[in-house]
């Protein structure tokens, strides 16, 4: 039976802006970020069953307890129900329905495992991983579908590194990590120990995984490196492709997964997938074997039975994130159907949880940003009139999405069933696969959405030439119909002038009106855009996250780049409001709107973070950490210290920082 949880509509106040968060025994020029959320951050500790604790979190909360809502009453509510109310509530009951997942054990993964045990040589390999990545299996490198980068009309078929079952090659390679590993190592041994493998067996089957995932990790390329969008766009013909990588059967694989012809397979990392032909000659059949079924077990492991779904926590969760408890079933049952079939639970929260109202406030917030970067690009000192003419036409073509898609996706055709929760996945992971893999040479559909609609979140997508800010992410605190336009501006007017500028920042700058990437700078320009970057990754890279680990600028350029720009030009926005209804410009709370535009701000990525999570986010998220989000962009504001100097006990800033913004 599903255990109907009784929680009532969560609240609003508990989650947005509020001068109760600030600490204001703390002087804002000494240390702004905790002068404005101090008093949260001592309040709210790092929940047990979480990592770390922030702004998104706590709105992801209270959505996920909407979409639970919704979840339980499409359980509860047997007749007249509509297809995805039904698909819905029978993949939430399946979650739910632990006396039957317990009940079946590791048979849901049998067939898989047999495959593997049939290979008896390198040719059966190729056989066998077609098949597993025809069930959703990836093992290897991993395969995707998009807007091709030079082509954007078009879908592209797209090859990358994969394989490992770490987050971050780093783990791999580093001594800093042998800990971890060698807890990785225990964990391997101990999944293979309870799928029924004697201990001696476990052993060794552990070793050959962390041997071939080992091999693999010292072929990927770093973080960094993949976010330099020309050297990871390769294309390679058939006959090239063919001949390239004898012993890897990539044309097999993309006709198995039902491909069209076309032209071209675009190869992200072409020495990764080098290295991964040369296998053969690495390491033996058993090996590889050991190495397929442990892709098999750990893929599956979160829906099997309990003992191999809390082994998998331990080490996932608690030993690598920090996490001292597992989240409650429920939540991790909306986080499936949210990954396998999102759309349907987008289209039930907004049914009941987007207004009209917000959506027209919200493009009003998006008018107004806009047109404060267009001033901007329009005056920009360091670009040519030439490249800045292209720049402009590119910003005149600019698309925005609010809220929800025109049209959600269809999901007749994918069968849910109520008391297969295995199936279900595996059914909806099928559905995607072969949604991708059709679309392959087909134009690309500009109305379609890269989140689902109630994720707390936003993007601009360079291909598509298009921002995107979804429901979800349209609530307090970061948008608040109920609270004053200085607030709303710097929230979720700081967020839509991010994604404004990342339209421009060192890797959406590659890309041109239509979304092609393509050079269109003059190379003076581009040497400017440059120097300018490496200043502010330099800059980045003086702040220390945790003793002895710094940011890393390179990697999170884009995203500072985008900070710097978006509170920058919604600064402005809200002075131009002000100037429009001058009867706003008032004190509330004994600030000003743009001491509160600041604070807002910093609230937005009010967080605290357990050391692990820290650690993995600085190897592998291009994001600075939230407490140096909610401060840099602050400190670096020219405006700043003339703004809080009456709230300063200090009377001015110790340092003079650099005003880093380029737009």
Request: charge should be positive; include cysteine.
């Amino acid at each position: 039976m599903v255990k109907n949880i009784s929680i009532g509509k969560p609240s609003r106040a508990d989650i947005g802006f509020s001068m109760d968060n600030m600490d204001k025994s703390i002087d804002p020029f000494f240390d702004f970020y905790n002068y404005a959320c101090g008093h949260w951050r001592k309040s709210n500790p790092v929940p047990k069953e979480e990592s770390r604790y922030d702004s998104f979190i706590q709105l992801y909360n209270r959505n996920f307890k909407i979409l639970k809502g919704i979840a339980e009453r499409c359980v509860r509510n047997k007749n007249n129900k509509r297809d995805i109310e039904q698909k819905v509530g029978d993949m939430f009951f399946s979650f739910m329905d632990t006396k039957t997942i317990n009940k079946r054990g590791f048979q849901p993964i049998i067939p898989l495992i047999e495959k593997v045990e049939s290979i008896t040589n390198f040719t059966d390999i190729n056989v066998v991983l077609k098949y597993l990545i025809k069930e959703g299996v990836s093992a290897f490198f991993e395969f995707s579908s998009s807007e091709d980068k030079k082509d954007s009309d078009i879908y592209s078929f797209y090859v990358t590194q994969g394989g490992i079952s770490l987050p971050e090659r780093d783990y791999y390679l580093k001594k800093e990590h042998a800990d971890l590993i060698s807890k990785f190592r225990k964990h391997i041994t101990n999944m293979f120990k309870l799928f029924g493998e004697s201990i001696v067996t476990s052993s060794s089957y552990a070793d050959s995984v962390l041997k071939i995932e080992s091999y693999l990790a010292e072929s990927s390329r770093s973080s960094v490196e993949l976010r330099d969008e020309i050297k990871n766009y390769n294309r390679f013909s058939f006959n090239e492709i063919g001949r390239k990588f004898k012993n890897i059967d990539l044309l097999g694989i993309y006709s198995i997964l039902g491909g069209r012809k076309i032209k071209f397979i675009v190869v992200g990392q072409p020495e990764f997938i080098d290295k991964v032909n040369e296998i053969a000659g690495k390491f033996t059949v058993e090996e590889i074997k050991a190495y397929l079924r442990w892709q098999i077990i750990n893929h599956f492991a979160p829906l099997l039975h309990s003992k191999a779904e809390k082994e998998h926590f331990d080490f996932y969760g608690r030993k690598l994130m920090g996490k001292k408890i597992q989240e409650p079933r429920w939540k991790r049952a909306i986080k499936l159907i949210d990954f396998s079939m999102g759309e349907t639970l987008g289209k039930l929260y907004v049914e009941e949880n987007f207004t009209a109202e917000s959506r027209k406030k919200a493009e009003e917030l998006v008018k107004d940003v806009k047109s404060i970067f267009l001033q901007r690009l329009k005056s920009v000192s360091w670009m040519s009139d030439q490249t800045k003419k292209k720049a402009l036409k590119k910003f005149s073509m600019l698309n925005v999405k609010i809220g929800y898609p025109k049209k959600f996706r269809d999901y007749s055709s994918l069968e849910i069933e109520k008391g297969d929760l295995f199936g279900n996945f595996t059914r909806a992971i099928k559905f995607e696969i072969n949604r991708q893999i059709k679309r392959i040479g087909k134009k690309v559909d500009k109305e379609e959405w890269l989140m689902n609609s109630s994720e707390v979140n936003a993007y601009y997508n360079p291909s598509g030439n298009e921002l995107a800010f979804p429901a979800g992410i349209l609530q307090p605190p970061f948008f608040d119909s109920k609270k004053d336009m200085a607030v709303n501006y710097g929230g979720i007017g700081g967020v839509i002038g991010h994604e404004i500028t990342h339209g421009y920042d060192d890797q959406g700058r590659l890309y041109d009106g239509k979304g092609r990437m393509k050079e269109w700078w003059l190379p003076s320009d581009s040497e400017k855009f440059k120097k300018l970057a490496e200043k502010t990754a330099d800059f980045y890279s003086t702040f220390e996250i945790i003793p002895d680990l710094k940011v890393n600028g390179k990697l999170t350029l884009g995203e500072n780049i985008a900070d710097l720009g978006g509170i920058s030009i919604a600064y402005d926005a809200l002075q131009r409001y002000l100037s429009r209804n001058p009867f706003e410009n008032r004190e509330i709370d004994g600030f000003t709107p743009e001491q509160r535009f600041f604070i807002a701000w910093s609230q937005i990525w009010k967080s605290n973070v357990k050391e692990e999570m820290e650690k993995m986010l600085a190897m592998m998220d291009p994001h600075s950490p939230e407490k140096i989000r909610g401060l840099v962009p602050v400190l670096t504001h020219p405006k700043f210290e003339e703004i809080f100097k009456n709230k300063s006990r200090l009377g001015r800033l110790p340092k003079k920082y650099p005003n880093l913004n380029m737009w």
